[in-house]
């Protein structure tokens, strides 16, 4: 099992920015892949950025350029460093990680919010 726990959501005002953090119950090397979702009032879930066990990353067209996922294997956590945000930002940011063992399962944190607003 993993668990997965979020922080660094907050208010913020257009422009600004936040960084978020995802510990994690295990070795980051035990996963094949994690990443950032997002859902904001009334959307679905939406990938926002992933980075696998290889390092490839990838992110969603909205903040390409914006945003930038990273991990840090002393501390097993993967980060989110999030510039200059915008109000269509705002939404619950999920962490969510993959492993595979004798076969593939998936985790998902309990959310994190980030309000962009004046």
């Known amino acids: 099992q993993v668990q997965l726990v979020e922080s660094g959501g907050g208010s913020v005002q257009p422009g600004g920015s936040l960084r978020l953090s995802c510990a994690t119950s295990?070795?980051?090397?035990?996963?094949?892949?994690m990443g950032w979702y997002r859902q904001a009032p009334g959307k679905q879930r939406e990938l926002v950025a992933t980075?696998?066990?290889?390092?490839?990353?990838n992110y969603a067209n909205s903040v390409k350029g914006r945003f930038t996922i990273s991990r840090d294997d002393a501390k097993n956590t993967v980060s989110l460093q999030m510039n200059s945000l915008k109000p269509e930002d705002t939404a619950v940011y999920y962490c969510?990680?993959?492993?595979?063992?004798?076969?593939?399962?998936?985790?998902w944190g309990q959310g994190t919010l980030v309000t962009v607003s004046l």
């Open positions: 969510n990680a993959v492993k595979r063992d004798y076969r593939e399962l998936e985790f």
């Open positions: 295990v070795s980051i090397f035990n996963l094949i892949a």
């Open positions: 980075i696998l066990r290889s390092g490839s990353i």
